[in-house]
């Protein structure tokens, strides 16, 4: 078989025992899945009535909620890689002839896999509460391209901070930055409507150029500057994690 | 003559300041198998770590199968098992799953029936299809092991793999290696028990703070030190003082208010040498015949008991 062949069966190995961990583990479907159908219906049904947003707050707070769905999902693959190293299942992986990135890879596509579950839920709950999107097919295509570019990024780099962390729960502890982050962005309010300091903080900070696409995505209304500072980000996210994970994996023993 | 498995030499490694192994060399032949012996923090697990591709070496050379770590890599992981110190199993999976995964990345045809064999063989067939977590410790290891079996690799290291286990288990492990061994395989075992090396080795190398201190088959190694002896063990210090007069030509540790002295260890003698002492009104609260063992190697080797004659 050819390297590519080869690196491509054993990920798709890998992949094939990652998925068999989240089926069986409760807690990470709760947190993968349910928990953002939950924080939807709270700041939808719950909170949501008092905020002024101009426009409809379902309409409104959907692309945030897609976010915190793929941010959620994340505490879990950190948890795992970080078991896998501390327990030696990597240096068992490690010390045989497979492809180097599969181990690695295998986390990063269940994690992808897990936040697109996550995301179709939100948006099917989302249209039951009276989502009404203006987004073309074209639209929607970006929504899952972008979703899914955002996923990839932030996995990698959750995959390189559960390998370098020392414990499981310190890797778990380490990916909650990026579920406070979506908090404050324009997810849930407009960052215009918050204090100064938080504002700013807000404006410039990774979430909000990429929720702010998902928003004009979904408004058919994409912005070209929000959709580039996105990607951008998400690029950059997904290099370094990337290089971070990859050298972090070979020099671990 | 036999080809060499596994060849080292020259074989250093440091973490910042702290060396490791300073300059090991040793060969190990093929279809034979060769202990590591040696105390916590001896370099043992780092040496394992380097022949199983999972560390570089700051210098020297290791050939493992015939192909060198650092520019064959890959051919070296094909050829080898590693079972580690602490059970590598992945625990959301059940002892089948497990196995079968080893399989698959190590695309060995007809994996099923290679995976319900070695469920047979390992005595795992009734909790094959529990998870790990409903596991005993001694039954994790087994799979720990069988898992490394999976795709008969020809060269199987295994870095301490009784520490642990209470006895039963530990003969079974024993005798696992004695069957692989017999079908050629070829065994780099660490231990810290000195009657593991002694009963399975065919060479065992002494490691003490990253040097080998002594390299032999567990006979040769216990010709080293002095042979059949006596111990007894006094109350206190004058009495070991007067007993050490009245026997002569022991040697004495007062540390351990312990006395050796050498004998042939037949009943006459040492009917006598307990006369002598009773003659002189001198109990000795312990007494033993003592033939050597790898214990005494350890001892007069590193100058320090191994962890096992510490613990008991």
Known sequence: ?253 | MKSSAIAVSGLRKAYGDRTVLDGIDFEVAEGSVFSMLGPNGAGKTTTVNVLATLLKADSGTVHVAGHDVVTATRQVRAAIGVTGQFAAVDELLSGRENLQLMADLKRVRSGERVVERLLERFDLVESADKRISTYSGGMTRKLDLAMTLVGDPRIIFLDEPTTGLDPRSRRTMWGIVRELVADGTTIFLTTQYLDEADHLSDRVVVLDHGRLVAEGTPDELKRQVPGTHVRLRFADLDELDAAARVLGGGTRDDQELLLRVPSDGQSKSLRALLDRLDEYRLNAQEFSVHTPDLDDVFLALTGHAGEEAIAS
């Open chain 1, 1 to 253: 078989m050819s390297n590519v062949a080869t690196a491509w069966a054993d990920s798709t190995i890998m992949l094939r025992r990652n998925l068999k961990h989240t089926m069986r583990n409760p807690l990470v479907l709760f947190n993968a899945i349910l928990f953002p159908i939950v924080l939807l219906l709270m700041f939808v049904k719950v909170l949501g009535g008092a905020f002024e947003v101009g426009e409809s707050y379902i309409d409104y707070s959907t692309p945030g909620m897609l976010v915190m769905a793929v941010s959620y999902g994340l505490g879990s693959t950190a948890t795992a890689v970080n078991d896998d190293m501390t327990k030696g299942i990597i240096n068992r992986f490690k010390a045989m002839d497979i492809s180097r990135g599969a181990v690695l890879t295998g986390q990063v596509i269940v994690t992808t896999v897990r936040c697109l579950v996550a995301c179709t839920a939100i948006v099917a709950v989302a249209f039951a509460m009276g989502f009404d999107p203006d987004a073309s097919a074209l639209d929607w295509l970006g929504v899952l391209g972008f979703v899914v570019l955002l996923t990839v990024a932030a996995a990698w780099l959750t995959v390189a901070v559960g390998l370098a962390a020392k414990t499981a729960e310190s890797a778990g502890l380490a990916t909650v930055p990026l579920i406070m982050l979506p908090f404050l962005s324009s997810a849930i309010v407009p960052a215009d409507t918050m204090g100064a300091g938080v504002r700013q903080f807000a404006e410039y900070q990774p979430f909000t150029p990429i929720i702010e696409t998902l928003r004009g995505l979904l408004a058919g209304d994409p912005s070209t500057g929000d959709a580039l500072a996105g990607i951008g980000w998400c690029l950059g996210l997904a290099i370094v994690g990337y290089v971070w994970a990859i050298s972090t994996f070979k020099k671990r023993a």
